[in-house]
């Protein structure tokens, strides 16, 4: 249990499909908008324990799922990995792993 072990940190793999729901991905988008509100809850019920939680959004990343997108529209997987360890090493609440998702997330504001 991390909690016996002084604490430590979790990362929820998310999208940026978390927070944008086009009709024909509406089962996986709402599944990552839940996983998002649990990535939220779940930082503040954990954090008096020593927990954080760090929630990765991310578009179009080079995986079996997005085979059918451009190459040029993916990120690479090992430069989210360093973003994503990076921002937990920090403490971070939040990674926006490329542009589209940073526009996704900048867009809810409006």
């Not at 024909?24 to 990535?39: E, F, N, Q, R, V």
Request: glycine content about 8%; charged content about 20%.
């Amino acid at each position: 249990m991390i909690e016996a072990n002084g604490g430590g940190a979790i990362l929820n793999v998310l999208s940026v499909l978390s927070w944008l729901h086009p009709a024909d991905l509406g089962s996986y988008s709402a599944a990552k908008a839940a996983a998002w509100a649990l990535t939220n809850s779940s930082r503040e019920l954990l954090a008096p324990r020593g927990i954080t939680v760090t929630g990765l959004h991310v578009g179009y990343m080079d995986t079996d799922m997005a085979a059918s997108v451009p190459p040029e529209h993916k990120t690479d997987p090992a430069v989210v990995a360093k973003l994503a360890l990076d921002a937990v090493e920090r403490g971070d609440r939040e990674v926006l792993a490329d542009a589209l998702t940073e526009q996704v997330k900048a867009s809810l504001a409006g």
